[in-house]
């Protein structure tokens, strides 16, 4: 079984920052792209940032230059430093990995989501 945790949700004012942790563990042979996504109340889950095993990002057009994708691959943890939040960043985040389970067999992972509100 593999199990993703995220962290590093919260309050916090417009214009100030958060830093998401989100931590990978049990059984895979490696990782390959990570990924942050976010639902707000009503809304369809939406791509905010990803990270390949090579350090490629790739980022949502309502997130760059604001948000920091990373990753760490021998603590198999990724991270979202999050800048100028603003109340439409409010959301669920979500952290997604795709790990190898065995030569030439992939699975995907969500994490439980981590709340962040942006408000005054």
């Known amino acids: 079984q593999v199990q993703v945790v995220e962290s590093g949700g919260g309050l916090v004012q417009p214009g100030g920052s958060l830093r998401l942790s989100c931590a990978v563990s049990?059984?895979?042979?490696?990782?390959?792209?990570m990924g942050w996504y976010r639902q707000a109340p009503g809304k369809e889950r939406e791509l905010v940032a990803t990270?390949?095993?090579?350090?490629?990002?790739n980022y949502g057009s309502s997130v760059k230059g604001r948000f920091t994708i990373s990753r760490d691959n021998a603590k198999n943890a990724v991270y979202l430093q999050m800048s100028n939040l603003q109340p439409e960043d409010t959301a669920v985040y979500y952290c997604?990995?795709?790990?190898?389970?065995?030569?030439?067999?992939?699975?995907?992972?969500w994490g439980q989501g981590t709340q962040v509100t942006v408000s005054s």
């Open positions: 997604n990995v795709l790990f190898r389970i065995r030569i030439g067999q992939y699975s995907s992972r």
């Open positions: 049990g059984s895979f042979v490696s990782i390959d792209d």
């Open positions: 990270i390949s095993s090579g350090g490629a990002t």
